[in-house]
């Protein structure tokens, strides 16, 4: 293993920690800690919870906070990753990654004035819970329209893949499918269509990304003469 390939590994390695720190941050904050604080379509239940539960309101803005931190962080890391394997499209993925956490960045803002207004003493309860109500809105329009840019920025980490030869084609297939159907599913949410099969479009992503954060973690990427593995990608390709 030459110089060059160990600082590629390492690159990778450290691109796999804060990807998986966004994985794990986005599971805790927003599958485990988000539905015990807001509500959907109950803004008086959500500020209840934002005063009664205000320390857990609290771990919740730090879990979004360490999203937009980790999001923005692994975006730099893939652009440094991949320069030299394809500079256009490893900007395409830096700016998008950045972007998606710039909208990420809207929701905690939110969440953080939403715990201010909550004990603030100024608001009247009927001003509050209108407030909260906007504020809830703010941040589910945020998780959703940043599916947009979740999707945008798994296409080029796909097709980099693809290109390379330095990971498992499947990989690079699986990322541009579950890139894809981040996007399809947002543009049809907001066509005003609602159903639970839509979930479905993004579970390529969700496998995509945590074999993504695995192989990054295990074995970085491959040396350019591997030609065992560059054999064993044609094959299936032919």
């Known amino acids: 293993m030459n110089e060059e390939h160990r600082k590629l590994i390492k690159t990778a390695r450290i691109t796999g ?16 800690f988000h ?3 807001y509500v959907s379509g109950d803004p008086e239940q959500t500020l209840t919870n934002l005063i009664n539960l205000e320390f857990l309101s609290r771990i919740r803005l730090l879990f979004e906070m360490i999203i937009v931190l980790s999001q923005a962080l692994a975006a730099f890391w893939f652009y440094r990753l991949f320069k030299n394997f394809n500079a256009g499209q490893a900007w395409a993925l830096g700016v998008w990654g950045t972007v998606n956490s710039i909208i990420i960045m ?14 603030s003493t100024v608001h009247v309860f009927d001003d509050q819970v209108i407030l909260i109500d906007l504020i809830g809105n703010l ?3 945020s998780w959703n329209i940043g599916g947009l840019f979740f999707g945008l920025w798994l296409i080029p980490m796909g097709y980099i893949v693809i290109i390379s030869n330095r990971m498992p084609l499947w990989l690079g297939r699986t990322l541009i499918a579950g890139g894809l159907g981040y996007i399809i599913s947002t543009l049809i949410y907001y066509m005003g269509i609602s159903h639970s099969l839509l ?7 969700t496998v995509g990304e945590f074999w993504m ?26």
């Open 17 to 32: 920690i804060w990807y998986l720190l966004l994985a794990i941050s986005g599971i805790f904050g927003f599958m485990v």
């Open 35 to 37: 539905s015990q604080i």
């Open 106 to 119: 809207i929701s905690a803002i939110s969440m953080a004035s939403a715990i201010q207004i909550a004990n």
């Open 139 to 141: 941040i589910k329009h």
């Open 199 to 205: 979930n479905v479009l993004t579970i390529p992503a």
């Open 213 to 238: 954060i695995g192989y990054l973690l295990i074995y970085g990427v491959r040396p350019l003469n591997d030609l065992s593995a560059m054999t064993d990608e044609y094959s299936e390709l032919d």
